[in-house]
C-alpha cells in the first residue's frame, strides 16, 4: 500500500547533538514538507520541497536543515541551534496541481534532554 | 505565517451530542479541507471542498464551504468516543502548493 513512513516513532537525544528525522513516500508525490506541532498547538511549516534538489524555508526554518535527493525521500535534520527542540514533527506530501489536500505521515516525538 | 481562525477551540461534550464548529479567514480560498488528528498520530483527510457553497458529507460528517470563500464549517452528528482528536481547517489557493491551516478545535467525549 501506498503511503509516507515517517521513522522512529520516538527518538532521544541529548541537548548540543543533531538529530535527523526520517520520512519516505511511495505515493509518487512531488512535494513534501516538514511541520512541527507542540502540545496544545497547531502546525508550524519548518521547510517544504516541490521538486527533487530544491526547498523553501517556511516560518519556523531557523535551527532545521533539509535535503532533497530523491523523490521520495525529505529527510529533516534539528541541529543543536535549535533552542527548543522537543515537540512533535510531522512529515506531508501533496500532488503538484491538483487541489487535493496533503498525505500526513504518523510523526515523530523528539525529546531533548 | 498566517493561521485561520477556528472555533471553538475546544469542545466537551456527552455521547451523542452533534457537534459544530467553524473555520474563518481574511482571504478568500479555492479549496477548503476539514482533518482530523487522534493523539499521537497524524492528520487524516475527512472532506475536501471545491465550491462555494459546497455542502458535502461523509458519514456522519458534513462540511460547507461558505459562500464568500472566506469560512468553512464542520458538524459532526451524535457523536461517539472515537470521534475525540483535534479537528484543523486548511484553505488552499490554485497556484499555491501551500495548505494555510487553522488552530484547530480540540473535541473531548465526556463519559
Known amino acids: 500500500d501506498g503511503g509516507i513512513t515517517q521513522s522512529p516513532k520516538y527518538l532521544f537525544r541529548k541537548e548540543g547533538q543533531n538529530v535527523t528525522l526520517s520520512c519516505e513516500q511511495n505515493l509518487n508525490h512531488d512535494a513534501m514538507y516538514w511541520y512541527r506541532q507542540d502540545p496544545g498547538q497547531g502546525l508550524r511549516l519548518i521547510y517544504y520541497?516541490?521538486?527533487?534538489?530544491?526547498?523553501q524555508k517556511g516560518d519556523i526554518a531557523e535551527g532545521y536543515s533539509v535535503s532533497r535527493e530523491k523523490k521520495e525521500s525529505f529527510p529533516l535534520t534539528v541541529t543543536s541551534a535549535q533552542k527548543n527542540p522537543t515537540a512533535f514533527y510531522l512529515c506531508?506530501?501533496?500532488?503538484?496541481?491538483?487541489?487535493?489536500?496533503?498525505?500526513f505521515g504518523s510523526g515523530t516525538r523528539l525529546t531533548v534532554v | 505565517g498566517q493561521q485561520l481562525n477556528q472555533s471553538p477551540q475546544s469542545m466537551f461534550i456527552q455521547e451523542g451530542e452533534d457537534v459544530s464548529m467553524n473555520c474563518t479567514s481574511s482571504s478568500i480560498f479555492n479549496t477548503w479541507l476539514w482533518y482530523k488528528q487522534d493523539p499521537g498520530e497524524g492528520p487524516v483527510l475527512l472532506i475536501a471542498l471545491y465550491k462555494a457553497g459546497e455542502l458535502t458529507s461523509n458519514g456522519r460528517l458534513t462540511a460547507q464551504f461558505g459562500i464568500t470563500r472566506k469560512d468553512s464549517f464542520l458538524n459532526i452528528s451524535a457523536s461517539i468516543p472515537s470521534d475525540v482528536g483535534i479537528y484543523f481547517c486548511?484553505?488552499?489557493?490554485?497556484?499555491?502548493?501551500?495548505?494555510?491551516f487553522g488552530t484547530g478545535t480540540r473535541l473531548t467525549i465526556i463519559p
Open positions: 486548511a484553505g488552499r489557493n490554485f497556484g499555491n502548493e501551500k495548505l494555510t
Open positions: 520541497s516541490q521538486i527533487v534538489n530544491d526547498f
Open positions: 506531508a506530501s501533496s500532488i503538484q496541481g491538483v487541489g487535493y489536500g496533503y498525505t
